[in-house]
């Protein structure tokens, strides 16, 4: 079986002002990227309600409805924007995030990537911030848990902005593990390492500005892997972020394009030795053009090896 890639043109239709970073050609330059790739190519379905409202309340959701224009574009808070086809992309975001859990845990695809837009990791329960309205990765553990009935799940987020929205919507879950490495000080000023959540389920790997991959893979060999091994999840989900990469204009680490692909190699061999290789991976920042569709190929050619 092959890595399914999901997504939808309706992603391209949230489109913010010009000059932002979080803009159409992210996904433009990605898709194109993968284009080559021998990979099972699913639409994303959106999202049912019913599925968002695992993670956000109908308060949340009314809001968002609300906010919604009608033309032009239509500010959140200082970052965050909506254009009349955002909540659109946000509930195929939202799909694809939950379709990939169905086809990996019902044995369509050994893994799965979700390319999609606007990014998640910052949505908070009542709260959209940080480009982002709905937390995917945190949808997606939850749907495994409470629709397939998993009993562990574990979240890891690699983007250099810590996910304050997934700690925020993981905090009470006992039976979701959340590692999540990221530059400190940074926006959004979480994720500090004494972050642990209700139940000790949370691992927060601050990085200091200017370190490296090697730095990064000392701590995720050191600290994360084994809190994977002990936690022994039977899904692994991914939030894939591409901006720390050396090039990138948000933050400042200096990660390369190979540092990508072997966190997701690692990531994918633990999947491997613990939950049968189950890896779902959802796209979120990464604002350098160039860097980020390198780094998504390394990351999409890093789970297509897993999968043969």
């Known amino acids: 079986m092959k890595t399914a890639m999901l997504t939808h043109a309706d992603c391209l239709t949230h489109v913010t002002p010009e000059g932002h970073p979080e803009r159409v050609a992210r996904l433009e330059h990605v898709l194109h990227t993968l284009e080559p790739l021998e990979v099972n190519r699913v639409t994303a379905p ?168 090697a730095l990064m893979r000392q701590e995720y060999q050191d600290k994360a892997f084994p809190r994977l091994r002990a936690f022994a999840p039977e899904l692994i989900i991914i939030s894939a972020g591409f901006d720390a990469h050396v090039d990138d204009p948000l933050a400042n680490l200096e990660w390369q394009t190979e540092d990508f692909a072997w966190v997701t190699a690692e990531l994918c061999k633990l999947a491997d030795e613990l939950c049968d290789g189950r890896v779902v991976s959802t796209l979120e920042g990464g604002y350098d053009l160039h860097a980020l569709s390198a780094s998504v190929l390394a990351h999409v050619q890093e789970l297509m090896k897993a999968a043969k």
């Open 46 to 213: 959106m999202a049912a309600d019913d599925d968002i409202l695992r993670i956000h309340p109908e308060s949340y959701l009314d809001g968002l409805r609300r906010a919604l224009p009608a033309d032009g574009q239509v500010a959140l808070d200082g970052d965050t924007w909506m254009s009349p086809g955002t909540l659109n992309a946000a509930y195929r975001g939202a799909g694809a995030a939950v379709r990939a859990v169905d086809m990996v845990l019902g044995g369509e695809a050994p893994n799965a990537f979700a390319a999609v837009r606007p990014p998640g990791h910052h949505a908070e329960t009542e709260t959209p911030m940080g480009f982002c309205l709905f937390g995917n990765a945190a949808l997606a553990a939850k749907h495994a848990l409470d629709h397939h009935g998993l009993s562990r799940v574990a979240v890891v987020d690699f983007d250099v902005h810590h996910g304050n929205g997934t700690q925020d919507l993981l905090w009470d879950e006992q039976r979701a593990l959340l590692i999540t490495s990221q530059q400190i000080p940074l926006f959004p000023g979480t994720g500090r390492a004494n972050e642990t959540g209700a139940y000790d389920t949370i691992l927060n790997i601050p990085l200091p500005p200017g370190s490296d991959g």
